[in-house]
């Protein structure tokens, strides 16, 4: 078996983009927490909780997406160093890795973006239901 070490780099510019879109994401999510932080201090509502709650989860997945995203990267600059020094199969296993856990990120992140979507048709709903009426 033979990897050249050209295909672990393929990986940078898309991982590169990816951990900008997931910052991008949790910067967005934490000023939401912060303003609804401020209302809550205020109102006291329920409903202002479990929004709260649900951006929670969604920060803590994009944590651990930025995290496998971060451990994709850096499997695979390990797997093309080691190509370099000529230790293929390390470098193959390595490699491996790198995808499986770019693959991991991927699929936290379709998770959270399910959880964005419900969260939204629910705050859309009343405005569904008064369009009814």
């Known amino acids: ?3 050249p070490i050209e295909t ?8 590169s ?14 000023q939401i927490v912060r303003g609804l932080k401020k209302t809550y201090d205020q109102e006291h509502t329920k ?6 709650k649900n951006l929670n989860l969604r920060i803590t ?3 651990y997406m930025q995290l496998f995203g971060v451990m994709c990267l850096f499997l695979s600059v390990f797997a093309m160093l080691l190509l370099f020094i000529d230790q293929q199969i390390i470098g193959i296993y390595l490699f491996g890795a790198s995808i499986l856990c ?13 959880i964005s979507v419900k969260a939204l048709r629910v705050h859309l709903s009343d ?3 008064d369009k009814k009426q």
């Open 47 to 52: 409903d202002i909780l479990i929004q709260i």
């Open 102 to 114: 770019l693959m991991v990120s991927l699929a936290l992140s379709f998770w959270e973006i399910s």
């Open 127 to 129: 405005l569904m239901e």
């Open 61 to 63: 997945l994009i944590r």
């Open 17 to 30: 983009l990816i951990l900008l879109a997931y910052t991008n994401r949790f910067l967005t999510i934490a």
């Open 1 to 3: 078996m033979n990897l």
């Open 8 to 15: 672990p780099a393929l990986l940078f510019s898309a991982t």
